[in-house]
């Protein structure tokens, strides 16, 4: 059974950083891409970026420039490095994954003080 454990979500003031990290375990045979989505209270989940397995990697508009998205092949782990975070960066960030089937985690909350 795979499994997607994000951790590295907190409390940060505006400004300030954050890395979200998410493990991959179990059968996985081979990984296309992972990503991160993250969701605001009474907003829809939304796309924040993603890499594939050839580390080509995309970004929503709103976080060009602040967030970084990497990965650990041997790991099966992807990253978020956030910087400048702003206040509306305030959400449940989901690590994501595509391998024949995509898989989510549980999330981990991001919240950002003005």
């Known amino acids: 059974q795979v499994q997607l454990v994000e951790s590295g979500g907190g409390l940060v003031q505006a400004g300030g950083s954050l890395r979200l990290s998410c493990a991959a375990s179990g059968s996985i045979l081979s990984i296309n891409a992972m990503a991160w989505h993250r969701q605001a209270p009474g907003k829809q989940r939304e796309f924040v970026a993603s890499?594939?397995?050839?580390?080509?990697?995309n970004y929503a508009d709103s976080v060009k420039g602040r967030f970084t998205i990497s990965r650990d092949s041997a790991k099966n782990t992807v990253y978020l490095q956030m910087d400048s975070l702003k206040p509306e960066d305030t959400a449940i960030y989901y690590c994501?994954?595509?391998?024949?089937?995509?898989?989510w985690g549980q999330g981990t909350q991001v919240t950002v003080s003005s």
């Open positions: 890499i594939t397995s050839g580390g080509i990697t």
């Open positions: 994501w994954m595509a391998t024949r089937r995509v898989y």
